[in-house]
């Protein structure tokens, strides 16, 4: 069984970049989509982007560019830096993996996400001086 | 971004009594080329992350108790919850990842009556 463990300093400077790291046990990181998902307090879930298989990425736009996922297949694990925080970036973060679940148009199959299972526990960062 | 909205906010309800949840979404999350929804629910007990009860819309997660049921197509679906138990109380959430960014809906907190 898959189980996913978030790491990573729970205090962050403002303007400084928070960097967080998931672990992967329990199976393969290739050819899945590992994403990273924010909830601030008292506010809703927030999807920040994910990493396909070891290379193809996507990030929400509301980030402003701020946001950068990369893996490292060698040792099971994917990376979040979010750069240029604020006290608005202070949050639960949690990682967590999607199927690839390709569609079809005709022949032509294409890769796509399907929802998130499982989730990690979820790592407290706060944004304060 | 596709909006994605439940109601209520929170319900109360007595043990073995139903409960139900509605989501809407702003746009169709229904995919003709294959005829599936895009739309899965979770289910978040307080401490834990979330956990996948349904995705494809209708299509239950393993070992997910068959009271739990789902329901709907295009943009607008409903999560049941045939007979409340306790363990039950949680946070359930719908979320579509019919496009980028996929989007949650703000939360349907179930309690106990």
């Known amino acids: 069984q898959v189980h996913l463990q978030e790491s990573g300093p729970g205090l962050v400077k403002p303007s400084e970049t928070l960097s967080l790291t998931c672990t992967v046990s329990?199976?393969?990181?290739?050819?899945?989509?590992w994403s990273w998902i924010r909830q601030p307090p008292g506010k809703g879930l927030e999807w920040m982007g994910y990493i396909f298989d070891s290379g193809t990425t996507n990030y929400n736009p509301a980030l402003n560019s701020r946001v950068t996922i990369s893996v490292d297949t060698s040792k099971n694990q994917f990376s979040l830096s979010l750069s240029s925080v604020t006290a608005a970036d202070t949050a639960v973060y949690y990682c967590?993996?999607?199927?690839?679940?390709?569609?079809?148009?005709?022949?032509?199959?294409?890769?796509?996400?399907?929802?998130?299972?499982?989730w990690g526990q979820g790592i407290l960062v706060t944004v304060s001086s | 971004d596709i909006v994605m909205t439940q109601s209520p906010d929170s319900l109360a309800v007595s043990l073995g009594e139903r409960a139900t949840i509605n989501c809407k979404s702003s746009e169709s999350l229904l995919y003709s080329s294959n005829n599936l929804n895009y739309l899965a629910w979770y289910q978040r007990k307080p401490g834990q992350p979330p956990k996948v009860l349904f995705y494809w819309a209708s299509t239950r997660e393993s070992g997910v108790p068959d009271r739990f049921s789902a329901s709907g197509s295009g943009t607008d679906f409903t999560l049941t919850i045939s007979s409340l138990q306790a363990e039950d109380v949680a946070v359930y959430y719908c979320?579509?990842?019919?496009?980028?960014?996929?989007?949650f809906g703000q939360g349907t907190t179930v309690e106990i009556k």
């Open positions: 979320q579509h990842y019919y496009s980028t960014p996929p989007t």
């Open positions: 329990g199976g393969s990181i290739n050819n899945y989509y």
């Open positions: 967590a993996r999607s199927a690839n679940s390709p569609y079809c148009i005709g022949a032509n199959c294409n890769p796509w996400f399907n929802c998130f299972d499982p």
